[in-house]
């Protein structure tokens, strides 16, 4: 009887897999991108003899992965990507000291932190065409920053909101994808809380 059940459930698996591949299409290749982003840290109010002022620039964002993309149908103009992608990320904070000792009443000392993190993501995005290759989509894309270089948590996870436009040219696929960040990523002993934004430029070539 189990041997039996067995089988009739391999065939309804193996029937079920044949139509999504009989009904569906999927393709694969290379995904890389690159840009630059924003932030807007909530710095922490310190009670210290020196007063100083900080400031966060956005370096850079690149990163390089793989896609698949689904079409669950020919009848169906909906179409999905998965994406996982490795990438570096960087800012840096500036902060002067005016009460530090100077012989120059104007020329304070000015401390530059660089902040680098390794990224590893694995998003989806639901995308609809527009007119000829134009689309549109929108997804989630799950985070993990390690911490490389600079203060704060080693280790944060962020769960961004993605949104893109994407132009399909055949032989490759030129997007621009703007992630809004929910994670206090860039936590430091200055900085009490901070939400990344990224707007980045991406090149598909499918194989």
């Not at 000792?101 to 639901?126: A, C, D, H, K, M």
């Amino acid at each position: 009887m189990r041997k039996s059940f067995c089988i009739v459930l391999f065939l309804l698996a193996f029937g079920f897999v044949m139509v999504i591949n009989a009904q569906s299409s999927v393709r694969s290749g290379l995904l890389v991108g690159g840009g630059i982003g924003d932030i807007s840290p909530d710095w922490r109010v310190l009670h210290e003899t020196n007063p100083r002022y900080s400031s966060l620039t956005y370096q850079y964002n690149a990163s390089i992965g793989y896609r698949f993309r689904y079409h669950p149908s020919l009848s169906s103009r909906l179409f999905f990507d998965l994406d996982a992608n490795v990438g570096l990320k960087q800012w840096n904070v500036k902060d002067v000291q005016f009460s530090a000792p100077s012989e120059n009443p104007y020329n304070y000392p000015i401390v530059q932190t660089p902040f680098r993190y390794l990224t590893i993501s694995v998003g989806g995005t639901v995308n609809h065409p527009v007119a000829g290759g134009l689309s549109i989509g929108a997804g989630i894309e799950p985070t993990y920053y390690r911490r490389l270089e600079g203060e704060g948590d080693k280790n944060t996870f962020d769960l961004p909101l993605v949104g893109k436009i994407a132009y399909d040219f055949g032989p490759v696929e030129l997007g621009l994808q703007y992630k809004y960040g929910f994670a206090p990523v860039a936590r430091s002993h200055y900085i009490n809380n901070s939400k990344v934004r990224d707007l980045q430029i991406s090149v598909f070539v499918p194989f």
